[in-house]
């Protein structure tokens, strides 16, 4: 009996271990300007919910918009690239992870503007409510996650 429940403890351990061992880690490259505060705020909280960061400063991050196909309707502060999905602006971590997860037909997702509450844009716990879009090769969107305001 103290044998198996050794042996049970030991296994539990090493199923343990090997999950951790294999945990997914999502590598993105974000595109800021130098001098952006809450663009820097914003990859803190894409590194603390688990993200392999790469930051490329650049002098605009129009070009990137453009290249990555995010709505110029859309637009933000930063954009970023995760395994083939833009992400534009201050998109919660959450909803990364879940686009991810679901893997969705879509261009990608977006934060337009610079909304109050938002990761990175956290101002004394105050907030205004704010939509993440999914947005299409086209250009159409649709609400993916709504933020209430605080």
């Avoid at 990555?68 to 990364?96: D, F, R």
């Avoid at 907030?127 to 299409?136: A, D, G, P």
Wanted: glycine fraction near 8%.
């Amino acid at each position: 009996m103290r044998f198996r429940l050794i042996l049970n403890g030991a296994l539990a351990l090493i199923l343990t271990l090997s999950t951790n061992l294999h945990a997914v880690t999502h590598e993105i490259i974000v595109y800021k300007t130098p001098a952006c505060g809450c663009c820097r705020i914003w990859v803190n909280h894409i590194k603390a919910n688990g993200f392999q960061v790469t930051v490329k400063e650049v002098a605009s991050t129009l070009e990137y918009q453009k290249k990555y196909g995010a709505p110029e309707k859309l637009s933000s502060c930063h954009t970023a690239i995760v395994e083939g999905y833009t992400i534009e602006g201050h998109v919660p971590a959450s909803e990364i992870l879940r686009l991810l997860k679901e893997r969705p037909k879509a261009k990608g997702l977006a934060v337009p503007g610079m909304p109050l509450g938002s990761p990175g844009m956290e101002s004394g716990g105050r907030s205004e409510r704010y939509q993440v879009l999914l947005f299409q090769e086209d250009g159409r969107t649709s609400v993916y996650k709504e933020y209430p305001a605080r």
